[in-house]
């Protein structure tokens, strides 16, 4: 007996894919567009704009190579710009994406630049990573002593959920904190929500700083976090997809609808290992049937984004940040197993850790550079040998 062409276990790994991609990180791209100074508007034309960033293209591709082409929206990047202190203003972090998406496109049209990337020291960008997912899982724990019932339980429903599907820990957790809401009257949407999705341009600004704070972490993050892990599951799959189109294309779908709000198009990684293995689809030849209903699923998501943006708007601040804290836990881990995996460059890691983690800003650049910078320098030094008189 031959396989269906289109497996249940295919609509279903897109299904979960797509619910844990969205609902898992969904509070953390509301922060960002918060701390940006996005209005509500804008934050819906932001998951807008990113969940047609992730349907179209990861359908087109995955068509066009017959591969299982999963995409997602930077996580990592969500996270950088939500600990930002530099108070750039929406236009011009509009224009910070356009640089770190325009800097994709230039390393997937140069494959030079590509296998330069992939010489990045892992280590020191793994521990300015885990220096800006820091403060968000210590704002965790700062809202146990003003809301100890809903942090404590959200934290058991975690921990639970991890032990027993840990898959579906997030969406769990999600599930859980709007029960908690809707008990106590909390779950509203902010007056004037429609029901679908909306994209709102903005004339973009370009700032040197910004280039600099924003936009050079935000594309050195995504290329490490998620673009690169993003090949080596597909590589795991058995699949052998060129490194450059997927760049490329990743970075022209940033550019393109950065101006709605989108900061990073990326290849996923975690949801990837869902939709790219056998349990997918048993047939590898046409598991790429996979990332189009993936992809479709998005496009389902961007309609009615207006909704789904909409009641993490108006979420209270104390439940955002446990949803944002219980998110990046598990990539924390992975950046700190990242930052201490290479025993030369610790040391280097340490520095690049606390320097981002400090917050440190000077000449108007953030703690994200600095932390580069200084993991960069530190092991130079350390690397450094006099030469024989």
């Known amino acids: 007996m031959t396989a269906p062409r289109l497996p249940v276990s295919a609509l279903s790994a897109a299904a979960v894919g797509t619910v844990i991609g969205f609902g898992g990180t969904v509070a953390l791209v509301v922060q960002a567009g918060h701390v940006l100074g996005a209005s509500p508007d804008q934050i819906v034309s932001m998951v807008t704009a990113l969940c047609l960033g992730i349907g179209v293209p990861g359908m087109l591709l995955s068509w066009r190579l017959k591969v299982p082409v999963i995409l997602a929206w930077s996580t990592p990047g969500a996270a950088l710009l939500a600990a930002s202190t530099l108070g750039v203003g929406w236009p011009t972090a509009v224009g910070a994406f356009i640089i770190a998406g325009a800097l994709m496109v230039i390393t997937g049209l140069v494959p030079a630049l590509g296998r330069l990337a992939a010489k990045i020291p892992g280590g020191i960008a793994s521990a300015m990573l885990a220096g800006v997912l820091l403060p968000f899982c210590l704002k965790l724990f700062l809202v146990f002593p003003t809301d100890l019932a809903l942090a404590a339980g959200l934290f058991a429903v975690f921990l639970i959920m991890r032990r027993l599907a840990p898959t579906w820990a997030l969406p769990a957790v999600l599930v859980g904190a709007f029960a908690v809401l809707a008990l106590r009257g909390q779950v509203t949407l902010p007056p004037g929500t429609g029901l679908f999705g909306q994209l709102s341009p903005v004339v ?16 050195l993050v995504t290329l ?11 590589k795991a799959s058995g699949y052998e997809p060129p490194p450059g189109p997927l760049l490329l294309s990743t970075g022209l779908a940033t550019v393109i609808l950065a101006p709605f709000g989108a900061y990073g198009i990326n290849m996923a990684a975690i949801v990837a290992a869902i939709c790219t293995g056998p349990d997918a689809h048993p047939d590898p030849r046409r598991r790429w049937i996979v990332g189009v209903l993936y992809g479709g699923l998005y496009l389902v998501v961007a309609l009615f984004a207006a909704p789904l943006a909409g009641l993490f708007i ?4 104390a439940a955002l940040a446990v949803l944002t804290g219980l998110a990046l836990i598990g990539p924390l881990t992975g950046a700190l197993h990242g930052a201490m995996a290479e025993p030369d460059h610790r040391e280097a890691a340490v520095i690049a850790f606390a320097a981002t983690a400090s917050g440190l800003a000077l000449f108007g650049v953030g703690s994200a550079f600095w932390g580069l910078l200084a993991g960069f320098v530190t092991l130079a030094a350390l ?4 030469r024989p008189a």
């Open 204 to 219: 973009p600004a370009f700032d040197l700083k910004a280039a600099i704070s924003l936009a050079l972490p935000l594309f």
């Open 224 to 234: 490490v976090s998620q673009n690169l892990p993003g090949l080596v599951v597909l």
């Open 383 to 386: 690397r450094w040998k006099r």
């Open 314 to 317: 108006a979420m209270p601040t």
